[in-house]
């Protein structure tokens, strides 16, 4: 990574999960260890409030030649698991180390716990992203991940934290020497967005309890864009703002060439994680006025979750 290169704030909001909204709390937790929700409970803060990064860091986020249509989506990470492989195991603590593009998740997903684990555990895993907007010498990326992370600690059994997924944008120079602008977060929009599985034993066939609850806030949102720390004046001099003042930048207006709303970008990423919303599906609501305008019946489902993203 060149020293000189520019860097940005990164900084992260984290709201706990209100226990109140588990199916558990109804009756008081009766008959749940409290050693279980350690980890949970101690869960009040991010990790780490701000970062500085390299915006070289973000080329993970670059789309592949082959992907410069907008809303053609690509893998970032992709999902390793399939009908035949199963899932990953349930009795771990420490993730695998990140490598390749799984390194700039892991790092941003650090700052709110120690712990992620950049592929989730069941399918549909990974991360996907497509081009939203372009300009002359910029992209608007909209990206998805699915991720997790394991809150517990020996001696106690794992306890998984799984979120229904991280959604969000950057907004960034084509060869991501610059970063405009970068914003990640849990959907709250639901009354219900994480999933919480926990261990009763040390090893894989141990009894394991599963609830699910809404988390009011996990976001990471960069304070501004990039900027160089060295520049030099027109009389070639050098200017470093880590030795003295801080430097005051000017960013000209992105004026986009083409681009899609966010709703047809993240609309996009949701059919590649969950192949069965290429099929319209219409809040109870609305069904009926539109079953009636098209002559067709409705195909009512009650879930206590939703099937199209990871709390369920």
Known sequence: MDPNGETLSILAKFQPLLMETMTKSKDGFLGISHVAFTGLRNWTAPASPLSVMFAR??????????????????????????????????????????????????????????????????????????????????YKIAFRIHAEFQLNEP???????????????????????????????????????????WLYGASESSNMEVDIGYLPQMELESLGPSTPSVIHDENGNVIDSREGEPIQFIFEDISWQKEISWEEASGKLEVVMYPFKKVSYFPFTQAFEKAKSEGKLVHSILLWGALDDQSC
């Open 155 to 197: 001696p106690d059994f794992p306890f998984w934290f799984s979120p229904a997924q991280f959604t969000g944008y950057i907004v960034f120079s084509k060869d991501s020497s610059h970063v405009r602008e970068f914003k990640l977060f849990v959907p709250n929009n639901r009354s219900l967005n994480v999933d919480m599985e």
């Open 57 to 138: 860091q973000f080329k993970a986020f670059l789309p592949p030649k082959n992907k410069l249509e907008l809303g053609d989506p690509w893998w970032i990470i992709p999902s390793e698991l399939n009908i035949f492989t199963g899932y990953l195991p349930n009795n771990r603590f420490s993730p695998p180390a990140p490598k390749g593009k799984e390194v700039i998740i892991h790092k941003l997903l650090s700052m709110f716990h120690p712990r992620p684990f950049v592929k989730t555990r069941f399918a549909p895993q990974g991360a996907v992203a497509c081009i939203q907007a372009v300009a002359e010498f910029y």
